[in-house]
T-cell receptor, first 116, second 111 residues
Framework: GAVVSQHPSWVICKSGTSVKIECRSL??????MFWYRQFPKQSLMLMAT?????????EQGVEKDKFLINHASLTLSTLTVTSAHPEDSSFYIC????????????FGPGTRLTVT | EDQVTQSPEALRLQEGESSSLNCSYT??????LFWYRQDPGKGPEFLFT???AGEEKEKERLKATLTKKESFLHITAPKPEDSATYLC????????????FGTGTRLQVTL
């Protein structure tokens, strides 16, 4: 159990366009989901925390108007990178905490975004 | 500010050669310490949660321990399939669900 999927697994987009990444908890409900960014050979940096039905909480330095997060159901959160630029190219990973479960987060497989 | 430091940065072991990975942490109030395994190009896989000093958890060839300042991940008789990056993270009692990660230890196990 505790499987999290992400779609797409990789995406290439042109500068100035927007791209949406989906994160789904497949076999459990997740009131809280998280979005991370990871640069090569670096650790995971939390971008934002989203709770089902409410606005996301963004970490300091993360532009909320650029990285739009929606957590519309207990199994789905989406991250939309708006007006993408090459510096937004990165590995984006989501995670989910099981509703009523422990503190551990279960991670998706990640989405590789390349902006040209 | 919470801080997590992992050492060594990289470790190369021969199959069967046991060793330990270190995770030192600074946190105002520890709610939990987490170990994850990450394979290249994939998301982290949950291994253990430790909540209090003296606690130990085991899974196959891995054993995690916790003190008030650090955690160790002991790998006994590793196999090549144990090769991965091992990440440590802490959760502060005052910052809800947020995890602060270390930069990881890249482990390579050779035949």
């Amino acid at each position: 159990g505790a499987v999290v999927s992400q779609h797409p697994s990789w995406v290439i987009c042109k500068s100035g366009t927007s791209v949406k990444i989906e994160c789904r908890s497949l076999d459990f409900q997740a009131t809280t989901m998280f979005w991370y960014r990871q640069f090569p050979k670096q650790s995971l940096m939390l971008m934002a925390t989203s709770n089902e039905g409410s606005k996301a909480t963004y970490e300091q330095g993360v532009e909320k108007d650029k990285f739009l997060i929606n957590h519309a159901s207990l199994t789905l959160s989406t991250l939309t990178v708006t007006s993408a630029h090459p510096e937004d190219s990165s590995f984006y990973i989501c995670s989910a905490r099981r509703t009523g479960g422990g503190d551990e987060q279960y991670f998706g497989p990640g989405t590789r975004l390349t902006v040209t | 500010e919470d801080q997590v430091t992992q050492s060594p940065e990289a470790l190369r072991l021969q199959e069967g050669e046991s060793s330990s990975l270190n995770c030192s942490y600074t946190v105002s109030g520890l709610r939990g310490l987490f170990w994850y395994r990450q394979d290249p190009g994939k998301g982290p896989e949950f291994l253990f949660t430790l909540y209090s000093a003296g606690e130990e958890k085991e899974k196959e060839r891995l054993k995690a321990t916790l003190t008030k300042k650090e955690s160790f991940l002991h790998i006994t008789a590793p196999k090549p399939e144990d090769s991965a990056t091992y990440l440590c993270a802490v959760q502060n009692t005052g910052t809800a669900s947020k995890l602060t990660f270390g930069t990881g230890t890249r482990l390579q196990v050779t035949l």
